[in-house]
């Protein structure tokens, strides 16, 4: 089943799809280091999972679908039941990646990253591929491209990630008291 890539000027809401669960990403750059957040939300709107990634030096494509696959596989090794439906939240709008997403992945693909000089892209190709094989069996994905203004908890995540210069933080809604302004955030979405 391919993937569904809705932007129409762009969603101004994060709320959930019925019977979907929600997974909203944000990434931030600053001197050309980039860190990344997300937020895995169930089909009721209720925070499941929560995690910041620094990533270095990359650019905004990769950085996005390294945020994709980071929240992605934390979906698939928490065993989340049968997650058969998704939807993912996304600021950056990217015209190719729909037909990306969708392209059928190369039998030979190790071949072709070894042909592929510059790491960016060579990383980028991997992280692709990694995402469509994480979920082939989804009955419906989707990927939203969403305002930044409905996207305000992924984007603070990221932007803790980067202050707080830890590679990676994952962390559940029992470890929201940590974080007040977060915690916040999210009350105030979810009115």
């Known amino acids: 089943m391919p993937w569904k890539y809705t932007v129409e000027g762009a969603c101004r809401s994060w709320k959930p799809r019925e019977e979907c669960h929600t997974l909203s990403v944000a990434v931030t750059e600053r001197e050309e280091k980039w860190a990344a957040g997300g937020i895995l939300r ?4 209720s925070p499941i999972l929560m995690f910041t990634l620094l990533l270095g030096k990359s650019d905004c494509r990769l950085a996005v679908l390294q945020a994709w696959e980071r929240g992605l596989s934390l979906t698939r090794e928490m065993d989340l039941g049968n997650l058969t439906r998704m939807v993912i939240d996304t600021s950056v709008e990217d015209d190719h990646l729909e037909k990306e997403i969708n392209e059928p992945t190369p039998k030979d693909l190790y071949q072709i990253l070894d042909k592929v000089d510059n790491k960016v892209d060579r990383v980028y190709l991997y992280t692709l591929t990694r995402i469509k094989r994480l979920l082939p069996d989804m009955l419906y994905k989707e990927v939203r491209v969403i305002t930044v203004e409905a996207n305000k908890v992924a984007i603070k995540l990221a932007e803790m990630g980067r202050a707080d210069a830890v590679t990676f933080q994952l962390f559940g809604p029992q470890d929201l008291h940590k974080y007040p302004n977060l ?8 009115n």
Do not use: H, P, V
């Open 42 to 45: 169930s089909d009721t709107g």
């Open 183 to 190: 915690r916040k955030l999210i009350e105030d979405e979810e």
